[in-house]
């Protein structure tokens, strides 16, 4: 017994074999006489005839085409093999709409959105309260609180503890806690402004690190670090706020920041496991028990005199104590908020889309607070600004390039 597709049956050479295909609607009739076997089956004198009905439901057809019969002829009197059906052309391939992805812009006006707050309540604590000290201890504490909170209830998968991982938090959370503090005693001396353009200049301090442990860089990168350096130096000269202290702590805490980051490669390499936003929560945790002993050392006992001050001049304006809660309690989450919308960013896009983010939010932030404190900007400043800051994206763009280079050289 012969079996075809376990749905043909022949019996015998002189009889008729048939198939039928119900669900399909396949019908297939073959005819074959006794001299059909000593032929070629090109040659055989019958006709070969597949009638296909292809059904609208695509569950009960056999193809995803349009309803169309095709019908195969073998003739006898032609050796002209049959003309098979162009399956190209009776398709019609109808591009789908894709939809609109909203993901990468809530992801960007949350995270500039949050550090505009952070910014502004921020500066207006440091004003009425002067001690950045205690205020940048407090926004670690919050911070940590926060990642807690999120770890109990199971909102963020809790990371794996082991006393390797946290010895190699060590580094990176003390250059974290010496970057953070540097730029809150900056912001408690000079405008928020000056203090962002200032930090602007990191990738500066990125280059000349990075090169003296061992790595290269292109021209294009080394060239592209000289409109930062000019645009810092023509933003200090004419800065109206200018003072040594704030020029400092801002330099100090890019100094930070990149070792930090440099460091964090180096000794958590072979911790990958852990995602970005754990990580910082680890650092954020050790960084506050890291600042607050010193910030107690540092600016403790001013703190119940400075608290009463604050309070006073709160009432003396027409305000409420509460104001001031609400102000440290609002620096503190939304100094979390975009540190974790930043993680989260980079988690979502390129490293060098977040580099580019990350200059224009230097941008927004900037023109942000001009606007709220009304600090004067002379036509020198603003010109020395805008041009660390499109160094700052020329540093993005060259360091982008190096990049694909190095991969490019792996995979080959």
């Known amino acids: 017994m012969l079996t075809l597709n376990s749905a043909i049956t022949y019996s015998k050479p002189h009889q008729k074999l048939s198939l039928f295909s119900n669900r399909?609607?396949?019908?297939?009739?073959?005819?074959?006489?006794?001299?059909?076997?000593?032929?070629?089956?090109?040659q055989i004198s019958e006709t070969l005839t597949l009638k296909s009905q292809i059904h609208p439901n695509p569950s009960f057809g056999l193809f995803p085409l349009k309803s169309k019969s095709h019908i195969l002829k073998a003739s006898a009197s032609s050796d002209v093999p049959a003309e098979e059906p162009n399956l190209e052309k009776e398709t019609e391939l109808i591009p789908e709409k894709k939809p609109l992805n909203l993901k990468l812009p809530l992801i960007f006006g949350l995270w500039y959105f949050q550090n505009i707050v952070f910014n502004i309540y921020n500066k207006k604590c440091l004003n009425l309260f002067p001690y950045p000290w205690l205020l940048a201890s407090f926004q670690l504490f919050v911070?940590?609180?926060?990642?807690?909170?999120?770890?109990?209830?199971?909102?963020?998968?809790?990371p794996k503890i082991s006393k390797p991982f946290l010895i190699a938090l060590l580094g990176p959370a003390l250059f974290h806690t010496i970057g953070h503090i540097s730029a809150c005693v900056s912001f408690s001396k000079v405008a928020v402004s000056f203090t962002h353009v200032i930090k602007s200049s990191e990738p500066v301090f990125s280059v000349i690190f990075a090169s003296f442990l061992g790595d290269k860089y292109p021209l294009a990168v080394w060239l592209s670090i000289l409109p930062i350096v000019f645009g810092c130096s023509l933003a200090a000269v004419t800065e109206v706020s200018f003072n040594l202290g704030g020029l400092s702590g801002a330099?100090?805490?890019?100094?930070?920041?990149?070792l930090r980051n440099i460091y964090s490669k180096r000794s958590l390499d072979s911790f990958k496991e852990v995602n970005g936003l754990n990580l910082y929560g680890w650092i954020t945790i050790i960084s506050f028990i890291y600042l607050f002993p010193a910030a107690i050392f540092v600016e403790g006992s001013q703190w119940v005199g400075g608290y009463h001050r604050a309070i006073a001049?709160?009432?003396?304006?027409?305000?409420?104590?509460?104001?001031?809660?609400?102000?440290?309690?609002?620096?503190?989450?939304?100094?979390?908020?975009?540190?974790?919308?930043?993680?989260?960013?980079?988690?979502?896009?390129?490293?060098?889309?977040?580099?580019?983010?990350?200059?224009?939010?230097?941008?927004v932030v900037i023109v942000s607070t001009v606007i709220v404190f009304r600090n004067p900007v002379q036509p020198l400043n603003a010109l020395g600004s805008a041009i660390a800051v499109f160094g700052t994206f020329l540093y993005s763009q060259a360091t982008s390039k190096k990049a694909k280079k190095i991969e490019g050289e792996k995979k080959n």
Do not use: C
Not at 24 to 42: C, G, M, R, Y
Not at 143 to 158: H, N, R
Not at 251 to 258: C, D, E, H, M
Not at 338 to 354: G, H, K, R, V
């Open 24 to 42: 399909n609607d396949l019908i297939l009739k073959i005819h074959f006489t006794k001299t059909s076997f000593n032929k070629p089956f090109s």
């Open 143 to 158: 911070g940590s609180i926060w990642m807690v909170v999120l770890w109990s209830l199971k909102l963020q998968p809790k």
């Open 313 to 363: 001049a709160m009432q003396a304006s027409g305000g409420s104590p509460l104001n001031l809660y609400f102000w440290v309690t609002l620096s503190g989450v939304f100094y979390h908020l975009y540190n974790q919308s930043s993680y989260q960013a980079l988690d979502e896009i390129s490293p060098l889309t977040f580099s580019v983010g990350n200059t224009m939010k230097r941008v």
């Open 251 to 258: 330099l100090i805490s890019n100094v930070g920041f990149v």
